[in-house]
């Protein structure tokens, strides 16, 4: 359970987010990637010469309707973040995808994780106006359970999409949360 602390905030354009949130922001990322974390980085180790130029496009692509960067805190500490990004085509707008979902590690199995992609949706649904949120998860780290309790649905596969090393083929996972069904499933 997350502490009574826990808030989120969101940066919806580059100047949302200051100099030393920002840095968080990066130490997280390579804190996540490097212990193992499918945030993005599939190859660790990393360091910032490969988060900080990844995190400053995502920040220069933050908009209020198109995409958001969602964060958890306590006080000022960054406890995890997520992007949440929604495509301009008239056919697909209706819908957003989930990217770089992570919590900081010594922080894992606390609430927090849930409790962000609960943020996230919140967010979607209420001030996104979006009827749908798409994620893909590596397959064979229990992503798909943790993400399944929270009520979405795995919709498709690609079989060995992702190469992480000789041998290792994993699944790419292809899920779905439905924002206009009831609430999100408690965890």
Known sequence: ???????????TTAQDVDPDRR?????????????GGAAGFPFPPIDERDAAPALDAILESLAPQTCRL??????DELLGWLNIRRSTSAVVTHWATLHHVQTRTR????GIG????KEAHTIARDEMDLEQL?????????????YGRLGWKEVGRWPGALRLGPGDDR???????DLGAEEMTRS
């Open 1 to 11: 359970m997350p502490s009574d602390s826990l808030c989120f905030a969101q940066a």
């Open 23 to 35: 840095q968080a922001l990066i130490d997280c990322w390579i804190e996540v990637s490097n212990a």
């Open 70 to 75: 969602v964060m958890a805190l306590d006080g």
């Open 107 to 110: 922080r894992h199995g606390q």
């Open 114 to 117: 849930s409790a962000l992609m």
């Open 134 to 146: 798409h994620l893909a998860a590596r397959a064979g780290v229990g992503l798909e359970t943790f």
């Open 171 to 177: 699944d790419e996972v292809l899920m779905l949360l």
